[in-house]
């Protein structure tokens, strides 16, 4: 199976959120971190990776709503 490679552009659309908000989520320590392939001036992002890290925010959401 082949990990879809996402631009900075393809993860606004794909959390539906503005620039600003994008940017925080980059920041985060969690989030996967982006690399750049030769020749591509822009950062790439592993789909496969974004969507395993949306999965843990799911299973950590859940697990903070048990705690209250």
């Not at 940017?23 to 030769?38: A, N, Q, T």
């Not at 496969?48 to 925010?57: F, L, M, R, S």
Request: aromatic share 8%; charged share 35%; with cysteine.
């Amino acid at each position: 199976m082949s990990d879809r490679l996402l631009t900075q552009k393809e993860l606004k659309t794909k959390f539906n959120c503005k620039d600003t908000k994008l940017y925080e989520i980059l920041k985060l320590e969690s989030f996967p971190l982006p690399f750049r392939l030769e020749g591509l001036a822009t950062h790439q992002y592993s789909e496969k990776e974004i969507d395993a890290w949306i999965e843990k925010q799911k299973v950590n959401r859940i697990s903070r709503v048990r705690l209250i």
